[in-house]
């Protein structure tokens, strides 16, 4: 399967700030690819380094088939990007920034514009400051996707959105993708990866720890097991033979235990905390 972002050993330093070290992926043509992790996980920096909005220390980074530092120009032209905050000109008319955008890129987006604003109903005659978070985060979502780019890049793209425009935001993902686009997802927001996703990779404190299909991260021998004994609760997930969690559980005093498979929320804290690295 062609990929459309390849990342490898990617490495970036800001002195005693974390950034991120050794990551290795690759984005698939047409898929939803999730990128996990909470702030700081250094999912932000990664993007910001496949954009050409930093350098980057090591490693190497392909986008559509091109160098990101060498064919910069040339791939920012097929990538729509979302930045986790949404800044505008606030004296600027909706209409005179969504147009602003398209020039920008020297194409008429006219009707496609049109389409989005109607969609995500977007009031184009108020002007920037006039706007809340949510409804500057669809001026921003309109900017992105009005060129109809072969690349999607999403960073922390919903807070702020009431849930039926995300609901509208991500009808309108599926229905780019579906019609030969991709998208790399960035969020800490894990139900939506499990949703809308076909594969996730996990960061945690600046490392790559897993890459899986959804489906598989999902799938697991792991089991998530909740015992209370005295009064107290404890949860944890459990990999191994069951047989060794019923001796463990056999030498105790245990009052209720719930054994069941674990939510994708329960996996990815599992690894987050530290658990066994998979990718």
Do not use: W
């Amino acid at each position: 399967m062609e990929s459309v972002i390849r990342i490898q050993n990617l490495t970036k330093n800001y002195g005693k700030k974390r950034g991120v070290a050794d990551v290795s992926f690759d984005v698939h043509e047409g898929e939803i690819f999730g990128f996990i992790g909470p702030n700081g996980a250094g999912k932000s920096t990664t993007i910001r380094s496949m954009l050409g909005l930093i350098r980057y220390d090591s490693g190497s980074i392909e986008i559509l088939g091109m160098d990101a530092v060498r064919d910069h120009e040339k791939i920012l032209k097929d990538i729509g990007y979302m930045p986790s905050e949404a800044l505008f000109y606030p004296a600027m008319k909706v209409s005179d920034v969504i147009r602003y955008a398209a020039d920008v890129r020297r194409a008429d987006c006219t009707e496609e514009a049109g389409k989005l604003c109607e969609r995500l109903e977007v009031d184009t005659s108020k002007r920037i400051r006039e706007l809340s978070l949510g409804n500057r985060k669809k001026v921003s979502i309109v900017c992105a996707m009005q060129h109809k780019p072969r690349l999607f890049i999403f960073d922390e793209p919903t807070g702020g959105l009431d849930p039926l425009v995300q609901n509208t935001f991500f009808e309108l993902i599926r229905e780019y993708v579906h019609d030969g686009a991709t998208c790399m997802l960035s969020t800490h927001i894990l139900p939506e990866v499990r949703n809308h996703c076909d594969r996730a990779a996990i960061m945690r404190e600046g490392h790559l720890i897993m890459t899986d299909t959804v489906e598989n991260l999902i799938r697991t021998s792991a089991k998530c097991v909740r015992v209370e004994s005295d009064g107290e609760a404890v949860e944890y997930m459990f990999e191994g033979d069951i047989n060794d969690l019923i001796s463990e559980l056999s030498g105790r005093r245990i009052d209720n235990v719930t054994i069941e498979d674990p939510s994708l929320e329960d996996i990815f804290m599992h690894f987050y905390d530290g658990g066994k690295e998979r990718v």
